[in-house]
Structures are given as structure tokens and as C-alpha cells.
């Protein structure tokens, strides 16, 4: 084998083993886009919640992205002489094993001390199917649904699961603040 025929075969390596660099790296960006398109965003439906404070009488909520907007961040006030007063916190995100919107939340001064949420939107509604969980480790299973009417109001209704069917607990109308 000649001089040339070596550098020959040298430069097919480099070539190749660059090839294999250039090649590798345009699969490992192409897998991890810097930002998902929205059709990979299952939690988009919450961007409505983001930002300012949802009243009620007597309460309010607070909802924030988490990192890389992966999940979504909620806190509960009761307002207790005026003063807010934070009873409730937790968060929504994608289960990718499960594919779907779980969220975990936990409370103070309630019956409840732990919520287990099953998320999904439908049009303008969230639907929620949870289980709540006391001091003792009772559970309660419900349903929750949120209804969006307009960009500053929801109407929040709670329904017990029981053997006759949904029995309606409590509902409220929420109306988004600054």
C-alpha cells in the first residue's frame, strides 16, 4: 500500500468519523426541541389561569407556571380579617407514563388534608376527578368541574361520588383580579 492510498484511507476515517459527530448531533437536537410546539403542550388549556387572582367571597387563587412550564403551580387563601390566609397549595402536570394531567395538593384548617387529582379540559371546561384524603386517611371520591365563561370568570362546581350518583357539595363563581 502506497503513500497516497494511506492518506487516502485516513481521510474516509476522518470524513466518516465527522459524519457520524455532524449526524449525532442533528438527531439529539431534533429529539429535544428547544421549545414544543403547542400541540405538545397538554397543559396549555391552564394559560388562562395564569396570572392575577381568582376571587370568590371570602377567598382567592393564585396560579403560576412551574419550570419550563411542566406543571402549574396553585395557592389558596381564605381571607381571615381581611389578611389572606394560605390554606391550600399544590400542582397540576403532565404524567407522561399515564398521559394525562395528574396534580397533588395539599391543605390546612380543612377536613382535607390531601387531594389527588385526574385532570382533562373539554371545550371551555376542566374537568377534575379527585379523591380527597383526611387526617386519618379517609378517602372521599369527586368530581369538579370548572367552567370558563369569559376570560375574567368561572363557575366551580363539587360533586361527591356516592352509590345514587353525583350529589352537588358546593359551587362558586370566580372572577379574575389584577
Do not use: C
Not at 68 to 97: A, K, N, Q
Not at 122 to 151: I, P, R
Amino acid at each position: 500500500m502506497g503513500e497516497a492510498e494511506n492518506m487516502n484511507g485516513i481521510v474516509l476515517r476522518v470524513v466518516g468519523i465527522l459524519f457520524g459527530i455532524i449526524t449525532l448531533s442533528a438527531g439529539a437536537s431534533a429529539e429535544t426541541p428547544s421549545h414544543p410546539s403547542s400541540s405538545e403542550e397538554p397543559l396549555a388549556p391552564f394559560e388562562r389561569l395564569i396570572g392575577g387572582k381568582w376571587h370568590t367571597e371570602g377567598s382567592y387563587q393564585e396560579f403560576a407556571w412551574g419550570v419550563g412550564r411542566r406543571s402549574v403551580t396553585s395557592s389558596s387563601y381564605f381571607l381571615i380579617d381581611g389578611e389572606p390566609r394560605l390554606v391550600s397549595e399544590g400542582l397540576w402536570y403532565w404524567h407522561p407514563g399515564e398521559e394525562r394531567i395528574k396534580g397533588v395538593f395539599t391543605a390546612v384548617d380543612m377536613p382535607v388534608v390531601l387531594f389527588d387529582y385526574t385532570t382533562r379540559f373539554e371545550g371551555d371546561q376542566m374537568v377534575n376527578e379527585l379523591l380527597s384524603y383526611d387526617a386519618s386517611g379517609s378517602e372521599h371520591a369527586y368530581k369538579e368541574t370548572w367552567n370558563f365563561t369569559g376570560g375574567t370568570h368561572y363557575v366551580w362546581k363539587l360533586y361527591r361520588m356516592t352509590p345514587e350518583g353525583l350529589r352537588e357539595e358546593m359551587g362558586a363563581t370566580y372572577e379574575k383580579k389584577k
